[in-house]
C-alpha cells in the first residue's frame, strides 16, 4: 500500500510546473491574481447555491428537476452522483462561453453570481491550460530532437493562445464541476481514479484536506491541500479558495502530446494521474475541476 507525504513544492511559474508534472503526473501552480480572483468569485456563488441545497433536503429532488438537463449524453447543472457529494457541471467551448443553450443556470437564485463567476473562471482556466500544454509539446520535443541522427530536427511551428485557437488543436466542450463532498464519516467521499481529459485542473482549499494524489515518480500519494491549508494561516484572506491550484496529467495526455511510446519511460507523469479525495474529511469541501479535452477517445493509461 502507497503511504502518503504532504505534498512536493509549489511551483511560482507554468515552466517549472511542466518539469514538474513531466515526472510526478501533477504538478502544484500558484496562478496569477486575476486567476485567482475569479476562482475566489466562482467558489463563492457555488458554495452559497449547494449549501442551500445541502441544507434543504427535502427540496433536492425538485431542484434536481429544476436545474439538471442531458444533451448528447453529457450531464449539465445540479446532479447528486453519489449519497457523499453534490455536483453542478457546466460546459465551455474554447472561448469561454456556455457549450449549449440549455446550460441550467440557478439565475433565479443567485441573480446571476454562477453564470457570470463560472463563465469568466472557465476563460482563464482554459486560457492557463491551453499554454500549459504548449509548453509541455515545448519540453518533450526539445528532449525527443536531440541525439536523433536517424531523421533532422524540424522547428515547430509554435501555436499562439487565441481566442479561436486551442493547443490541443480539435478540443472538445470542456466541463467546469463544482463538487461538494460533505461526509465526513469513514466512507470513501471519491474513489481512485483518473480523469478523461487531456489537462485537469483543481482548485485547492484552504481549510480542509481532502485531494490525494499519486506520484509515477515516487509512488507515493500525495496531498496538495496540506500546503494550502497551512499558508492560510499566515493569510487575511478567508476565502476557502487558495490561488494554489493542482494540474493533473488526464488520459487524453499522451495521445494529444503526440510523443513516442518509448519517451514515456523518460517522462512518467505523463501518464494519467491517479487521485482519490480522502476518508474523514474534517469539514465539507467544496472543489472546482475545469478539465480540458480533446475529442480524440481515452487511451487508459493508468
Same mark, same amino acid.
Given at each position: 500500500?502507497?503511504?502518503?507525504?504532504?505534498?512536493?513544492?509549489?511551483?511560482?511559474?507554468?515552466?517549472?510546473? +511542466?518539469?514538474?508534472?513531466?515526472?510526478?503526473?501533477?504538478? &502544484?501552480?500558484?496562478?496569477? #491574481?486575476?486567476?485567482?480572483?475569479?476562482?475566489?468569485?466562482?467558489?463563492?456563488?457555488?458554495?452559497?447555491?449547494?449549501?442551500?441545497?445541502?441544507?434543504?433536503?427535502?427540496?433536492?429532488?425538485?431542484?434536481?428537476?429544476?436545474?439538471?438537463? !442531458?444533451?448528447?449524453?453529457?450531464?449539465?447543472?445540479?446532479?447528486?452522483?453519489?449519497?457523499?457529494?453534490?455536483?453542478?457541471?457546466?460546459?465551455?467551448?474554447?472561448?469561454?462561453? #456556455?457549450?449549449?443553450?440549455?446550460? *441550467?443556470?440557478?439565475?433565479?437564485?443567485?441573480?446571476?453570481?454562477?453564470? /457570470?463567476?463560472?463563465?469568466?473562471?472557465?476563460? @482563464?482556466? %482554459?486560457?492557463?491550460?491551453?499554454?500549459?500544454?504548449?509548453?509541455?509539446?515545448?519540453?518533450?520535443?526539445?528532449?525527443?530532437?536531440?541525439? !536523433?541522427?536517424?531523421?533532422?530536427?524540424?522547428?515547430?511551428?509554435?501555436?499562439?493562445?487565441?481566442?479561436?485557437?486551442?493547443? !490541443?488543436?480539435?478540443?472538445? #466542450?470542456? #466541463?467546469?464541476?463544482?463538487?461538494?463532498?460533505?461526509?465526513? @464519516?469513514?466512507?470513501?467521499?471519491?474513489?481512485?481514479? !483518473?480523469?478523461?481529459?487531456?489537462? &485537469?485542473?483543481?482548485?485547492?482549499?484552504?481549510?480542509?484536506?481532502?485531494?490525494?494524489?499519486?506520484?509515477?515518480?515516487?509512488? +507515493?500519494? %500525495?496531498?496538495?491541500?496540506?500546503? /494550502?491549508?497551512?499558508?492560510?494561516?499566515?493569510?487575511?484572506?478567508?476565502?476557502? +479558495?487558495?490561488?494554489?491550484?493542482?494540474?493533473? /496529467?488526464?488520459?487524453?495526455?499522451? @495521445?494529444?502530446?503526440?510523443?513516442?511510446?518509448?519517451? &514515456?519511460?523518460?517522462?512518467?507523469?505523463?501518464?494519467?494521474?491517479?487521485?482519490?479525495?480522502?476518508?474523514?474529511?474534517?469539514?465539507?469541501?467544496?472543489?472546482?475541476?475545469?478539465?480540458?479535452? /480533446?475529442?480524440? *477517445?481515452?487511451? @487508459?493509461?493508468?
Amino acid at each position: 500500500m502507497a503511504s502518503t507525504k504532504t505534498c512536493i513544492n509549489p511551483c511560482e511559474s507554468i515552466q517549472a510546473a +511542466c518539469q514538474q508534472l513531466l515526472q510526478h503526473s501533477f504538478a &502544484i501552480l500558484r496562478v496569477e #491574481p486575476e486567476t485567482s480572483d475569479s476562482l475566489n468569485a466562482a467558489w463563492t456563488a457555488s458554495r452559497d447555491f449547494l449549501s442551500s441545497i445541502h441544507k434543504c433536503p427535502h427540496d433536492e429532488t425538485r431542484i434536481i428537476q429544476k436545474y439538471r438537463r !442531458v444533451e448528447n449524453n453529457s450531464l449539465l447543472g445540479f446532479n447528486r452522483p453519489s449519497p457523499h457529494k453534490l455536483l453542478f457541471r457546466a460546459l465551455f467551448t474554447q472561448e469561454g462561453k #456556455p457549450d449549449v443553450l440549455s446550460q *441550467p443556470w440557478p439565475c433565479d437564485i443567485d441573480g446571476g453570481a454562477l453564470k /457570470s463567476s463560472s463563465t469568466k473562471l472557465a476563460t @482563464n482556466l %482554459h486560457h492557463l491550460l491551453d499554454i500549459f500544454f504548449d509548453k509541455l509539446k515545448e519540453e518533450t520535443r526539445v528532449d525527443c530532437t536531440q541525439g !536523433v541522427s536517424e531523421r533532422p530536427a524540424r522547428k515547430r511551428k509554435r501555436i499562439e493562445n487565441t481566442q479561436n485557437v486551442s493547443a !490541443v488543436g480539435d478540443s472538445a #466542450p470542456c #466541463p467546469l464541476d463544482y463538487f461538494l463532498y460533505h461526509d465526513r @464519516n469513514d466512507v470513501e467521499n471519491c474513489s481512485e481514479h !483518473v480523469d478523461r481529459g487531456v489537462l &485537469i485542473c483543481i482548485s485547492l482549499s484552504r481549510s480542509v484536506a481532502g485531494l490525494e494524489v499519486l506520484s509515477r515518480l515516487d509512488g +507515493c500519494w %500525495h496531498c496538495p491541500e496540506a500546503i /494550502s491549508t497551512q499558508e492560510s494561516l499566515y493569510q487575511e484572506n478567508d476565502s476557502g +479558495c487558495s490561488d494554489l491550484i493542482c494540474i493533473l /496529467s488526464g488520459d487524453q495526455l499522451i @495521445n494529444s502530446i503526440g510523443i513516442r511510446d518509448e519517451k &514515456i519511460i523518460q517522462y512518467p507523469g505523463l501518464k494519467a494521474c491517479v487521485h482519490r479525495v480522502r476518508r474523514r474529511l474534517s469539514m465539507a469541501r467544496l472543489s472546482i475541476t475545469y478539465e480540458l479535452r /480533446s475529442s480524440m *477517445p481515452m487511451k @487508459n493509461t493508468c
